[in-house]
T-cell receptor
Framework: GQNIDQPTEMTATEGAIVQINCTYQTSGFNGLFWYQQHAGEAPTFLSYNVLDGLEEKGRFSSFLSRSKGYSYLLLKELQMKDSASYLCAVRDSNYQLIWGAGTKLIIKP | DAGVIQSPRHEVTEMGQEVTLRCKPISGHNSLFWYRQTMMRGLELLIYFNNNVPIDDSGMPEDRFSAKMPNASFSTLKIQPSEPRDSAVYFC???????????????FGPGTRLTVT
């Protein structure tokens, strides 16, 4: 079967750094996405990785290791507005997106 | 750009009634996706279209659900008859699938919050 695992909830402090992990087992791999979803809103695209390594975009970075079936999203200089759910999604061999259940990130002052 | 447009934003209906959700994708996008999101099951893909043609409807829960895309700028998701367990937020998303190797991230609409009593 296809499976994506993420922690259910994480807590971090404003100004700090947090790493949200995602492991996957899918039938094939054609890219991994991270989306952010604030409560009551729609998911919005954050990052895309298809090759191994780190992709940096401002305060957010995403890392991929295809051999390990592993990715992480790194958020630096946390702000209160970063409180949201973060969804990991993998595109399989049929170019279908398989979604994780999401990680709820709580930022405390 | 107006983004993906969905209507209605909220729908409250009684069990047994027909519900129709509507979506207008971003102009120029050729793929359209219908999702359902609940606390218990997370985000679930119901069906997706490519160039107005349904490609995969394996996520449609049962025959009570149907989706159409009569043209590139409009799609509907219909539930008939509706049941309380259909209560969820239904998202429509679109993307530009111009090449398999492209990222073609999905752009989500604001969602329709459906409550069936």
């Amino acid at each position: 079967g296809q499976n994506i695992d993420q922690p259910t909830e994480m807590t971090a402090t404003e100004g700090a750094i947090v790493q949200i992990n995602c492991t996957y087992q899918t039938s094939g791999f054609n890219g991994l996405f991270w989306y952010q979803q604030h409560a009551g809103e729609a998911p919005t695209f954050l990052s895309y990785n298809v090759l191994d390594g780190l992709e940096e975009k401002g305060r957010f970075s995403s890392f991929l290791s295809r051999s390990k079936g592993y990715s992480y999203l790194l958020l630096k200089e946390l702000q209160m507005k970063d409180s949201a759910s973060y969804l990991c999604a993998v595109r399989d061999s049929n170019y279908q997106l398989i979604w994780g259940a999401g990680t709820k990130l709580i930022i405390k002052p | 750009d107006a983004g993906v447009i969905q209507s209605p934003r909220h729908e409250v209906t009684e069990m047994g009634q027909e519900v129709t959700l509507r979506c207008k994708p971003i102009s120029g996008h050729n793929s359209l996706f219908w999702y359902r999101q609940t606390m218990m099951r997370g985000l679930e893909l119901l069906i997706y279209f490519n160039n107005n043609v349904p490609i995969d409807d394996s996520g449609m829960p049962e025959d009570r659900f149907s989706a159409k895309m009569p043209n590139a700028s409009f799609s509907t998701l219909k539930i008939q008859p509706s049941e309380p367990r259909d209560s969820a937020v239904y998202f429509c998303a679109s993307s530009l699938a111009d090449a398999p190797e492209s990222s073609y991230e999905q752009y989500f609409g604001p969602g329709t919050r459906l409550t069936v009593t």
